[in-house]
């Protein structure tokens, strides 16, 4: 079938070049034309596994191309993707900016028979909204519209694509189910048809859900340090439970990303407008900001008083999660922050993110590599679980640092193992190794077990 995708961003792009995988022949549109080159030069704007290498054997097929020309895109496009941002605005409501730019500029180019489906996170009542905008446009109705929420997740985007574990038609009549139908055709999947307002709230659902997941594992990791337990074995003890399952236990310093944060926000007004003051979901971003501020003052135990000032701190990992550049809400935005606000010198390293912070935090220091990120540091903070972090050499890293102390933001490291190399480790949520500090010969000007709880 011929597909039309409007946003050639994180979803966009991606499900650009997966339905021309399957098959499709697509057209990308986006307005950013710098972006549009980039891609016409074979170069994918952001980093995703697998990504490139899929868009140019599409492209050589010429299954897919990139245009800036919408009405070129629509001519003969049976669905039309909506995939473009929808960022939060001050009160944390979504900003439908960029949908209402789009449904008007649809509506200039189309014709009876097609059909509207919204890839985008909208709130409740969009679609409907898209649906009036086009109308409006257009002068008539002669067209369907769908909700398509997107679940897939940046770092194996192409696989959550291909492999999609369902997908989600909420549509207002046959037309949009069979287009949704014949779109997502080879794809083997569980495939939910529902009404257009079950779609749009069920992808807020979900990922409020996630980060609620997230947040409870954080608190409960913020217990397990005041009583001695360990996580991590906690993790798997509860997620061997099928109603509670195994994934998304990972305690650290928090979720970020261009998704769960703006998220959940827009979800606490989507009930506000319905009506319903949310409980949970305000209490799972407060967690998750104190989260942040938690890691940070793990530092003080180590330099207590204006205890930063002069001292160089390394970070490791910029990107909000592995195997990804982007940096979207990305806790290391408030940890180098508070650093160099306390007076800290911070040298940063990342694999893949380094472009992207050279561009969002320009005063930030970069290094080449980890080794030169710890070199002479008095502290090091793990802020992304990158496998290039896990597989560092401990040795090395001992002897490079000027202080062994690191505070794990990803629990990446072993801490007993941690311990016997002679480092000052402290990391999230787990068994604190009671004589941990007592191999440091008194390198550290300050000794005590914070989370322990008198008795
Ligand atoms: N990033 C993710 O992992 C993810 C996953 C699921 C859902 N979503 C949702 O999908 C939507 C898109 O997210 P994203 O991360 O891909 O955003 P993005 O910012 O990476 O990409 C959006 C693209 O749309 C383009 N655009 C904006 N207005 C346009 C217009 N009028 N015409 C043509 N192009 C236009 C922009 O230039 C940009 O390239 C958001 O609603 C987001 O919440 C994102
Ligand atoms: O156990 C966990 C799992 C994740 N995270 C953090 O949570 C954030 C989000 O991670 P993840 O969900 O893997 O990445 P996203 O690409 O943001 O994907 C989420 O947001 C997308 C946009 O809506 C949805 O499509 C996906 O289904 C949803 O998982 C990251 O900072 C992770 O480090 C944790 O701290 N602990």
């Given amino acids: 079938m011929n597909v039309c995708v409007i946003g050639t961003g994180y979803v966009g792009l991606v499900s650009g070049v997966c339905f021309s995988e399957l098959g499709h022949q697509v057209y990308c549109v986006d307005h950013d034309s710098l972006k549009i080159d980039q891609l016409n030069e074979g170069i994918s704007p952001i980093y995703e596994p697998g990504l490139q290498e899929l868009m140019n054997k599409n492209r050589q097929a010429k299954r897919l191309i990139f245009t800036g020309d919408l009405q070129k895109a629509m001519a003969d496009a049976d669905a039309i993707l909506i995939a473009v941002g929808t960022p939060a605005n001050r009160d944390g409501s979504a900003n439908l900016t960029f949908i209402k730019e789009v449904a008007i500029e649809i509506g200039q180019h189309i014709r009876p028979g097609m ?217 290391a935005f408030e940890v180098v922050d508070f650093l160099q606000n306390e007076g800290a010198t911070v040298i940063a390293y990342d694999p893949i993110a380094s472009a992207q912070a050279r561009r969002l935090m320009p005063e930030l220091e970069l290094a080449l590599n980890w080794q030169e990120a710890v070199d002479q540091a008095d502290a090091l903070f793990v802020l992304t679980d990158w496998e290039e972090f896990k597989a560092i050499d401990l040795g090395e890293l001992k002897r490079k640092m000027k202080k062994p102390v690191v505070i794990d933001g990803r629990n990446i490291f072993n801490p007993n193992h941690m311990k016997q190399m002679g480092f000052y480790y402290d990391s999230v949520g787990r068994e604190i190794v009671d004589n941990r500090l007592s191999s440091l010969d008194g390198q550290l000007e300050y000794h005590s077990m914070p989370h322990r709880k008198a008795k």
Avoid at 240 to 260: E, H, K, N, T
Wanted: proline letters at 5%; one cysteine or more.
């Fill in 115 to 331: 059909t509207i489906i919204t890839k985008s996170t909208v709130p409740v009542g969009t679609n409907k909204k898209i649906k009036k905008w086009i109308t409006l446009s257009c002068g008539h109705q002669q067209f369907s519209v769908a909700s398509c929420p997107e679940f897939l997740r940046e770092g194996s985007a192409i696989k959550d694509t291909l492999h999609m574990e369902r997908a989600v038609f909420g549509v207002e009549d046959d037309l949009a189910e069979s287009v949704l139908r014949a779109l997502h055709e080879p794809i083997q999947t569980n495939i939910i048809v529902t009404t257009i307002e079950t779609a749009e709230t069920a992808k807020y659902a979900a990922n409020a859900f996630l980060a609620t997941k997230i947040s409870f594992i954080n608190e409960v990791a913020n217990v397990c340090e005041g009583v001695g337990a360990d996580v991590q074995s906690l993790a798997e003890i509860i997620g061997l439970d099928p109603r509670i399952g195994p994934s998304f236990l990972q305690a650290g310093v928090g979720y970020g990303g261009s998704c769960f944060p703006k998220d959940t926000q827009a979800f606490i007004r989507v009930a506000e407008d319905a009506g319903y003051d949310l409980q949970i979901v305000p209490a799972v971003e407060k967690v998750n900001a104190q989260q942040r501020q938690r890691l940070v003052q793990k530092l003080k135990t180590v330099y207590p008083g204006h205890y930063l000032r002069e001292k160089r701190i390394a970070i490791l990992g910029l990107a909000f999660k592995p195997n990804t550049d982007d940096m979207r809400a990305s806790p």
